[in-house]
Nanobody
Framework: QVQLVESGGGLVQAGGSLRLSCATSGRTVSTYAMGWFRQAPGKEREFVVCISRSGDSTYYADSAKGRFTMSRDNAKNTVYLQMNSLKPEDTAVYYC????????????????????WGQGTQVTVSS
């Protein structure tokens, strides 16, 4: 079992930056592949980025590539999403997700592959 709590969301102007954190409790985060998703009003929950259990591999959605960076600090049981050059279309609730896996390099890009979800943190980007 693992609990996920996102933080770091807020209101920023276009071109600004935010750093989201996902703190975990329960089982050690080092046994989980992790992902970030987002959901805007009236839209489906959308994949943003994921990271392997080892932290050596990441995969980004086209919308995030070049602007967002995901990382993990297993010693702190925390994963991060650094978001730069934010655009109004990035406005959404951002969710952290986890899936236990024995594969160090496994990448999970679809929401139904994940077992655990945080409650989300709101990111609003104004123009």
């Amino acid at each position: 079992q693992v609990q996920l709590v996102e933080s770091g969301g807020g209101l920023v102007q276009a071109g600004g930056s935010l750093r989201l954190s996902c703190a975990t409790s329960g089982r050690t985060v080092s046994t989980y592949a992790m992902g970030w998703f987002r959901q805007a009003p009236g839209k489906e929950r959308e994949f943003v980025v994921c990271i392997s259990r080892s932290g050596d591999s990441t995969y980004y959605a086209d919308s995030a590539k070049g602007r967002f960076t995901m990382s993990r600090d297993n010693a702190k049981n925390t994963v991060y999403l650094q978001m730069n050059s934010l655009k109004p279309e990035d406005t959404a609730v951002y969710y952290c997700a986890a899936k236990r896996t024995t594969a160090l390099g496994r990448l999970l890009t679809t929401r139904y592959e994940y077992d655990y979800w945080g409650q989300g943190t709101q990111v609003t980007v104004s123009s």
